[in-house]
């Protein structure tokens, strides 16, 4: 599974996701998952499998994705990101904790259950898209169609961790994102910057204005109401936060970056989870190659995205962006938006009482209390079930902080396999008796 | 010799610069000229040829170069830009104007001369180079070694224009440059955006800082210092550069941006050509792939070249960037430059005799009063040729402001074979009279 680029931001690579999506399917009919199907969205195909005989009981859909992040800048990987290597107890390879790893987690765990007791505690669905990493932006209609095939009273994301045996963690929280790409076009070719410079607009210029009036120097977004809809943090909440203010500092020494970067008004634990951000995430135009080119570019581009926190509307920050640039336009520049999708930030209620089932769970597993964290990253579906079946998201897996998500010799602990695998079958069990 | 891609830029093409070296050196010998020689420098070689039987007259070294820029961005070109295409009395290619149609003008003009005459009406040294569109960065060293070998009474740059028959110039000015490469690191790798989002500094966002501080809404240089030694325009001196006040009109219609960019308080041509510029020919960082990805990165790069004129020197003008660079960096943040290099603005005495002679031959020739003509570009060596061997520069090539040099789709009319070789016979020969 881990061999197949299936790389959904790359047309390029639309087979590998439907290789991918095929894997899947044959290897929920191997665990005893019944009615396997391949449903397409219009983008790349969505993988459905159930198991629906426990009459009475709750029914669960278990959430997931096959798709991967490109691999680049592949100079920095020490080994194939797509062939895999196991060392030291890790597997590497692109897309090992997010989330081919996980995937399997509870996929295993019914197998598990049904060659055991011949049957599960709960009834089981099954859905995995291919469409995560790009956003998921096929899925809402996707849901919407199938409403009823897909109708569950609790769906569990298995694109996730609950930290580490020491430290068990339950997600209670995802941030929302907003992304987009800024095209500048400033002539019809580029120029010699002799003939040209003092007399023609440079893309490239004109493109870094925008985007450097888009932050202050410590990272405060300066787009005009980007933090109107910002939830400002209970002490109940800055506490549960607090939790994790040595989260970061692991990162910023596995990383290796040298102080912090963010609002300073804010701990970087708060400013990584309960703060809204704002990245370009890839930005090229003019001469890249080797030595110099005497040009002034007449095209540039760059890739950006924000993150946002309750009570942040995508739609309406996209709103904004797009006001802030036309502000910050010169009128004789051409400046187009294009591939703008976003998804609201995300909360389990606090008094849900499955997650008091899985936080039970955890604690009798691993013997340690368990903390609720909000996750920094985005789980683009977790709004969409809430939205469309009602369903409030749990989350279970066993990526670990340290596991290099989306960038070279990403990995996933092969202990993860039998710790999750068994919180699974003991969370479906205690689901059904709670 | 326009399919030879000579592109000195890339060391992937060292071999296609020698080739066209080899080339050049063929071509001379096929003329008549002697001791032709192909000379290292420790870059790109440098190719040497001369006729030096004209007793008591003066010793005219010819300069151009045989080296090209690269041919970027390559689907902008409507045909291959190293298999030339004749179209409408033109030859499309790169180097078509930029220099390699306007080297071989003094080669067949003396080529013409020495088969009709048997002899040239003054003494004459060849010197093309490989490295002009790289800041001809070992040619100083290599004027230093070959001193004797190359000493001259004048210069001639072919690469160059004098105009249209209907309206002749002669070029007397160019503007100096001075470049370099700006590279930002963050941290040791690229990390996803979800989890260093509000943590992490933005490789790309430091960079963007950086150049958008260097520059305000009008191109105005914000460098402190960076305007301290430009020379202030006299009443004359405008007059001069208002004659081609038609000039850049042209080429926003040839290039097609909208507007005017530069400095409100002098006329587009005075920006062109009579103050400095900088300029931001590429950059690039994160993910530039199709579709998106999340990450914050880690790299991010740029290469600017700045345009100078009278009385700039690029080595302070190398302090002044090094400086606003280091005031505008995060502690942070680690930002090195690299390939620095820089060449001294140019202009040619007012009351230079040779400069006479070639004005009268335009104007024999064409009928028409001639222009004296500052350029926005730089031709490095001139500087070079004053301080090295104590000779001032004169400009004679075909070259006509339309025919796109640097950019895709770069032409030569085949005319200027004609008109230029007979404008080279005829200067040389009043040049022996004066």
Known sequence: MLRIPSISADPAYAKD????ASWVGKRLENAGIEHVQTLETGGHPVVYGDWLHAEGQPTVLIYGHFDVQPAEPLELWDSDPFDPVIKDGKVFA???TDMKGNLLLPIVACEALLNTDGTLPVNIKFLFEGEEEIGSRSFSGFLEKHKELLACDLVISADSGVGTEENPTVGTGVRGVFSMQINVKTADMDMHSGFGGGIAPNAIHELVRILDSMRDEDGRILVDGFYDQVHTLSDDEKAQVAQFDAFPE??????GFKEFFGEPEFTPMERGVARPTLEVNGIWGGYQGAGGKTVIP???????TARLVPDQDPKRIQELMEAHIKAHTFRSVDVTIEDEHGTPPYRVPGDYPALKVLENVMEEMTGHPVKRQWAGGSVPVTSLFKDMLGAETLSLGGSQDDERPHAPNEFYRLSSFTHIQKAYC?????????
């Open 94 to 96: 692109r897309a090992a």
């Open 426 to 434: 003991l969370f479906l069990q205690e689901l059904s008796k709670s």
């Open 250 to 255: 692991g990162i910023r020494e596995s990383v």
């Open 17 to 20: 996701v439907r290789a991918a």
């Open 298 to 304: 007449c095209e540039a581009h760059a890739k950006l």
